[in-house]
């Protein structure tokens, strides 16, 4: 499972918005810019750092490529449409430690569990208020369950 | 019961401040009702016919005496006067006020409840046996792991935004009295030849427009992994679950469109990946947690003969009181289906009454049954009479438990927007033909009517013994007729007898049916339900339409 931003957890994520100014990060390093590929292309075999995810595809098509890959988007056309979850875990469970971001109709009340399942940029079509956004983060002091993010579910807690 | 530590109540009281948060988000207009619905959703807020209506969550329908007073304070303060109890073991009330929401729910919080995930496309209140550690035919309690499931569900990260909702049923013994086979996963606790503890899983089961009895997918799985393993479930349906089409969303559609062996194997190549996670909750937390259910302190000295002279109470016994594991208890079953009454329904007084009662003579436990009735599972055998007679003075003690006018019946026209009929005054007016004869329905033996007023099937009729279906017949209101379901152990779906009938055409239908069974049943103890299955549907046709 991929603990890579666990500081950015676990401390006092500022989600400082970058100079796109609808896309919200929480990660260090310099975003990456150049063509994003549809998931399709980049089987293709293009030299892609960056794919697409649509719902209806396969997270896991992704996973003997994961070592090339910079940065991975995972679009919700629709909020409703919660494949994209799935798709996040899966690519965090198989190790990979790039950007995932969530795009599209991203709402402020999903970012706490996309951060849970690993998500950790944010495009959404319609712009969050940060303040919000950070009050989302911060609301849940325990979860029930692990997740990509690698929080101790209240069981480790209870049983220290 | 289990009681909250810090953590169960620190995760509440937060869920509690996000969502009168959302609420004031919607009330300024940031976000549209679009946006806003399935947020109040998964605070089991559904806008209905008149009002708001808000279904509380009961997990495994087990509550306390305390939890119980606050359901009547609840229906006093911001309701009127009365709840109504619902076939997935929670409690709705109809006529709540949405500036009045965020009170209740800090009411609410404050006896360890809630209303999260009664509604919405995410995983539902977890339901279980009504006589879960009484019943003397049970391997084990099951809401230990009721509760394991409700933590683990409770805002899963990946599995809020699901096709359609999803409901798991958990039992320990092989008398099904949760349905289990008619729910999206269904767990049964069993032992292996080794002796080891786990589960039986079914998946896919429901009722609604497309009725399926639910497939085995696995066998055994530890009891110990069975989390892991709903989470490759669930993973299963999240990524492949239809979202086309809101009526193939289940998860049933999923099993059927793969196939029992195709979706077992995606499963189990899922679990593979998921095992070793650390996903389950380790042997401590199931301890800690089965130790919270362990027996009430038992009076060992308790008498086991019970006095029957009294024949109304005789009667009541008989129908209402069942078996309990320990010598000197019973289990007794509170009927909310009382003449002319709303089935499911209880007033604020008779709520305080049961909640008394509960404290009094049963260990501060009340259970709220698929059926629409409560139980107190843990009655001393000497007690049962100063019961009876405190529950008849709240009509509360109608001897009718599994009867012909023991009804389930979905809310209907009279207060829900799907329906396409009414079901509550057809319950009404089956049972008023029977309601003054308890001898006459004793002898009559086991019949479950269940009534929906729409196809969505809230009243189970597809698994009724007889299931009468509301349908929209050219703007007038018919209902169609189907005989041979359960959603016991013996689950099967029932089946349509012939064209669909009028309001006075289907009562007497109903009628028709029964003085048919009275005479061609090959001894007093066949049920009806197996006359049916002997004889098979023409001569129930004949009797009804010939």
Request: glycine share 8%; net charge negative.
């Amino acid at each position: 499972m991929d603990n890579q931003d666990q500081s950015a957890v676990a401390g006092a994520p500022s989600p400082a918005l970058d100079d796109t100014p609808a896309l919200l990060r929480f990660r260090d390093d310099a975003p990456f810019e150049s063509p994003i590929a549809p998931l399709a292309d980049f089987l293709g075999g293009g030299n892609f750092a960056a794919v697409r995810v649509d719902p209806g595809e396969n997270a896991r098509d992704l996973i003997p490529h994961l070592g090339r890959l910079k940065l991975i988007e995972v679009a919700f056309p629709k909020f409703r449409d919660g494949r994209g979850y799935s798709s996040a875990n899966i690519l965090r469970e198989a190790g990979f430690t790039g950007e995932i971001r969530a795009v599209g109709d991203v709402l402020v009340d999903q970012i706490g569990f996309m951060r849970r399942v690993g998500f950790d940029s944010f495009a959404p079509d319609a712009p969050l208020d940060p303040g919000v956004v950070q009050a989302t983060l911060d609301r849940y002091p325990y979860v029930y369950m692990k997740s990509a993010d690698g929080k101790t579910p209240v069981w480790a807690l209870r049983h220290g | 019961m289990y009681r909250y530590d810090q953590y169960d109540q620190a995760i509440v009281d937060a869920r509690v401040a996000e969502f009168k948060e959302q609420v004031g988000r919607r009330l300024r207009n940031e976000i549209t009702e679009d946006q806003f619905k399935p947020l109040r959703l998964m605070n089991g807020l559904y806008l209905q016919l008149h009002a708001y209506m808000l279904r509380v969550a009961i997990p495994y329908g087990t509550l306390s005496g305390t939890q119980m007073r606050m359901l009547a304070h609840i229906a006093r303060k911001y309701d009127r006067d009365y709840g109504h109890f619902t076939t997935r073991q929670n409690i709705q009330y109809n006529w709540i006020k949405l500036e009045q929401f965020s009170d209740l729910l800090d009411d609410l919080s404050k006896v360890e409840m809630h209303a999260f995930q009664t509604s919405g496309n995410c995983i539902r209140n977890i339901s279980s046996d009504q006589f879960a550690g009484a019943a003397a035919d049970e391997l084990a309690d099951p809401r230990p792991y009721a509760e394991l499931l409700r933590q683990w569900s409770t805002l899963h990260p990946e599995f809020s935004f699901l096709p359609r909702k999803f409901k798991i049923a958990v039992i320990a013994s092989d008398t099904d009295r949760a349905a289990i086979q008619l729910h999206d996963i269904g767990l049964q606790l069993r032992k292996n030849d080794a002796g080891d503890l786990g589960f039986r899983v079914y998946v896919g089961g429901g009722m609604g427009r497309t009725p399926i009895i639910g497939k085995i997918v696995r066998d055994f799985i530890p009891v110990g992994q069975f989390l892991s393993y709903s989470e490759g479930i669930l993973r299963v349906y999240n990524r492949y679950g239809r979202r086309d089409n809101i009526y193939k969303a289940r998860i049933k559609i999923l099993v059927t469109e793969l196939g029992i062996e195709e979706f077992t194997r995606q499963v189990e190549a899922e679990w593979a990946q998921l095992e070793p996670l650390g996903l389950d909750a380790p042997q401590a937390e199931y301890d800690r947690i089965i130790a919270q259910f362990s027996d009430p302190e038992y009076d060992l000295t308790a008498t086991d003969t019970l006095d029957l002279s009294d024949p109304d109470f005789a009667m009541w016994v008989a129908q209402n009181v069942h078996a309990h594991k320990q010598p000197g208890y019973a289990i007794a079953t509170i009927s909310l289906k009382p003449k002319r009454g709303i089935p499911g329904d209880a007033s604020s007084a008779q709520i305080d009454v049961i909640a008394d009662l509960a404290e009094k003579y049963a260990h501060d436990e009340i259970r709220v049954t698929h059926s629409q009735n409560l139980v107190l599972a843990h009655v001393r055998k000497a007690d049962l009479y100063a019961l009876w007679q405190a529950l008849d003075a709240a009509d509360l003690a109608t001897p009718n438990l599994d009867l012909v006018t023991d009804i389930i019946v979905c809310p209907g026209m009279d207060y829900c927007t799907l329906a396409n009929a009414r079901s509550i005054p057809i319950a009404q007016n089956i049972a008023a033909k029977f309601e003054n004869n308890v001898a006459e329905q004793r002898d009559i033996g086991e019949l479950k009517i269940k009534v929906s007023g729409c196809i969505n099937g809230c009243g189970h009729h597809h698994a009724g013994h007889i299931g009468i279906l509301g349908v929209d017949k050219k703007g007038e209101e018919a209902y169609q007729l189907l005989l041979g379901g359960s959603g016991a152990e013996d689950a099967s779906l029932a089946k349509i007898l012939g064209p669909g009938l009028d309001e006075n055409g289907i009562v007497a239908a109903v009628d028709k049916l029964i003085a048919f069974y009275r005479t061609a049943r090959s001894a007093p103890e066949e049920r009806f339900l197996d006359t049916y299955r002997r004889l098979g549907p023409a001569p129930f046709k004949e009797a009804v339409y010939g």
